[in-house]
């Protein structure tokens, strides 16, 4: 404290770049205590409280080197690196919470639809998040868009680098398969044969095959079965 006007005196702290107070309301107060040469004329007391609201920070969210093709099929096989930081930098304890991950096309039959990818949890051993193997995106292109849920001490935030930044090409060819049994019937029963049929999809694609196949006989005029 510092000697002021009349018998009144005066200081004043802060309480540094290392003290995080969480997010929320506080009462403060400021508790006096007298020093050892002042002697007995002055005696310990408290201030009326005042309130201090913390608010949350802002939080900065953002992909390194997001993928920009892939496959119908093969997806994945995509790899999604967020990372998301204390705006201004260097606040501590940083960030906490999940980044979800999302797929918008903006182009095709779905487009305006939007596909969760994977989620990624901030603090995880690993860096990054791929989608699971039933995760299928239609050929076309897509905005890919990183959300941070935010935290009790930072908000929530965004990112987004624009439309098509993701193109998913169609599927390889699939190897086709036929069974015939039996190999031989009789002129007249060619109904007793059984035809079937395999579609596998090219190495790497863990996309069902679907759509139909139609069977016919080879040779200058061939001749549809089914």
């Known amino acids: 404290l510092t000697p002021g006007s009349g018998a009144s005196s005066s200081g004043s702290c802060d309480p ?17 205590v007298p020093a050892s040469s002042t002697g007995p004329d002055f005696g310990a007391s408290v201030s009326a409280q005042e309130p201090l609201v913390v608010e949350t920070a802002s939080s900065l969210t953002s992909l390194t080197s997001p993928p920009t093709t892939g496959s ?24 906490t919470g999940t980044v979800a991950i999302s797929a918008t096309a903006t182009s095709g039959a779905n ?23 039933d995760t299928v995106l239609a050929p076309a292109t897509y905005t890919i868009t990183a959300a941070y849920s935010g935290d009790g001490n930072f908000s929530p935030s965004t990112y987004s680098p624009g439309a098509g930044t993701l193109t998913i090409a169609p599927a390889g060819t699939p190897t086709i398969a036929l069974s015939v049994r039996p190999s031989t019937v009789t002129y007249g029963a060619e109904s007793q044969a059984l035809f079937t049929v395999t579609a596998t999809p090219a190495s790497g694609n863990t996309a069902p095959v679907t759509g139909t196949v139609a069977l016919s006989t080879t040779g200058g005029s061939p001749v549809p079965l089914c």
């Open 111 to 133: 487009k305006g639809t939007t596909y969760p990818l994977c989620t990624y949890t901030l603090g995880s051993i690993s860096t990054s998040c791929s989608p699971s193997s």
């Open 72 to 95: 119908y099929g093969t997806e994945s096989s995509l790899v999604f690196s967020p990372t998301v930081a204390s705006s201004p930098a260097g606040i501590t304890p940083g960030p």
């Open 16 to 32: 540094g770049s290392q003290t995080a107070l969480p997010a929320g309301t506080y009462a403060l107060e400021a508790s006096y």
